[in-house]
């Protein structure tokens, strides 16, 4: 359907001339007619998606089924130290694979992989319509982890497995915009698997995003991003422009064939623009709404939560078509990724090819100045050694390293006892003991400094870092030690003093959902160090 451009109305000074013009015309007969589709040109410098809309390939689907992803962080797989974890990418590949499966052959779930025993049994009273859509709702990468790049690529990799099953695009979320311009260039350029929001510019090489994608003929799916915290500014040098995230929505979708199918990703929104959102003609948003908040049930019924973390539980929605006199019939399920679940064997093969690459950039990466640091007599009564002098002149100067609580000792001996006597000493033993040793994920939280020059290093590790030490909270301690030893005044420099969010890193509601600040810090405190509440 095209519709054609119609000039403004004529000054009437000029009504002679063009009456002349037009005689002149019809003499010689009419010029081609200049057209332009009903659909504008692609907002925020998107590329345009017009011939994607015109090609539809059949009847639209009266429903689907929507299985939502999200907030992976970086995360692959459960180490279960602590408790038994459900979630991680390894376990998705089998759900979905079976998933897809049981609604393309259109089995009574309870029946599904009975020949298996429980291993993959479905909740009996699922109903799930086809076709199945997985949607990853952004924040896969961890910006704050050493390699971010390459473990975000392998979740889009693993999703872009995934196309087969279902697997149909990813939003990116806050954490994405965290990357710096080259690590977000490594992760996001030429992405095996869509990368959607209609907000989000960007000018980096060979990173494309789309407005919208189409998911089957009238059906669309539209992403926004967002920056989270809202309380923190974006940094100044960034690769990335966010636009106002109603009037996005409302351009692309004003876009769209009428009657068509709208399904919005629009995750940590301010609630007046999640309910700005929720007046647009969509039949579905995810937002970033809860169960809890009765403003936002009352405003828009068929709203749904993000994900939760590290998909604990894969998070189904089946959708019926929305029509003019009804809106859209929305039933929500999930299913739990537990053990019972294996793992795919092709996720951990991908998985331990990037164990592999980032093994491989750790050993390119300049060996950390450590000479010196072992054969110093620590165990010596005295502080301060004049004969070490030159050698903690440099590291009081250098960029800081981890040394290990054995320096630590020198000063704080009594709190060293403390420490050895805590589960934290045994840290990366309670990883061996499940073989869980070279898990990345693991590792994090189990030693001190992970994959940097002076920290732990899975393929040549050293004692002094084998472990959640000192400086794992407290941070690489080489310029603080170096000070102390050289008698100058160093009480809290070069060294963190920390606070509970310092716990959480950790201590999260998935790796310890039996936290509690004040009491976990009865088993370790020492000194006269008093635990901060997070600012």
Known sequence: MTRYVRSPRP????????????????????????????????????????????????????????????????????????????????????????LHGVLA?????EAAGAEDGSLYQLPAN?????????????????????????????????????????AAAAVPGSSE???????AAEALAASPLPLVSCNLRTELTGVAIEPFIKLAPQWFLVGITSWSPASEEPPEQRWWELDDPVASARQVIDRLPAGSQVILVAPYQSG????????????????????????????WAPGYPMPPEKAVALKLLSVSAAEESARATILPWA????????????????VKAEGTLIRELVSQQPPADLEGWRDVDWGSAE?????????????????????????????????????????????????????????????????????????????????????????SCHGPASVHVGLMQLGREANGTGIARGSTDTCLTCHDSYNSPQFEARAYWD?????????RDSE
């Open 523 to 531: 088993k370790i405190k020492h000194d006269d160090l008093r635990l």
């Open 126 to 166: 699922l109903a799930l319509p086809q076709p199945l859509w997985l949607i990853e709702c952004g924040n896969f990468a961890d910006p704050q982890t050493r390699y971010p790049a390459p473990r975000a690529r392998t979740h889009l990799e693993t999703l872009a497995y995934l196309k087969p099953y279902g």
């Open 177 to 183: 915009l965290q990357l710096p311009a080259e690590l």
């Open 383 to 471: 502080q301060y050694l004049p004969d070490e002098q030159a050698r903690f002149e440099r590291y009081a100067e250098s960029p800081p390293l981890y040394v290990g609580p054995r320096a630590c000792r020198v000063c704080h001996a009594a709190a060293c006892d403390i420490w050895e006597d805590s589960r934290h000493a045994l840290a990366l033993i309670s990883l061996m003991r499940k073989s869980e040793h070279e898990t990345l994920d693991c590792l994090e939280c189990h030693v001190a400094g992970l994959l940097t020059p002076s920290g732990y290093l899975p393929d040549d590790p050293r004692d002094e870092v084998s472990a959640v030490t000192c400086e």
């Open 335 to 350: 299913i739990d990724l537990t053990e019972d679940w294996p793992d795919d064997e092709q996720v951990v093969a991908m």
């Open 272 to 299: 007046e623009t999640t309910r700005a959102l929720a007046a647009l003609p969509v039949t579905l948003l995810i937002g970033h709404g809860s169960a809890s908040d009765k403003q936002w049930q009352d405003d």
């Open 105 to 109: 052959r259109d089995e009574d779930p």
């Open 11 to 98: 000054p009437a000074a000029l009504s002679g001339a063009l009456l002349a013009l037009l005689a002149l015309l019809l003499a010689g007969g009419c010029p081609e007619r200049t057209q332009t589709t009903d659909i504008p040109e692609a907002p925020n410098g998107h590329s345009a998606m017009e011939a994607d809309i015109a090609a539809e390939t059949g009847p639209p689907p009266r429903a689907a089924t929507i299985a939502l992803i999200g907030n992976f962080r970086g995360f692959q797989k459960p180490c279960g130290c602590a408790i038994q974890q459900s979630g991680g990418l390894l376990r998705l590949g089998t759900v979905i694979q079976h």
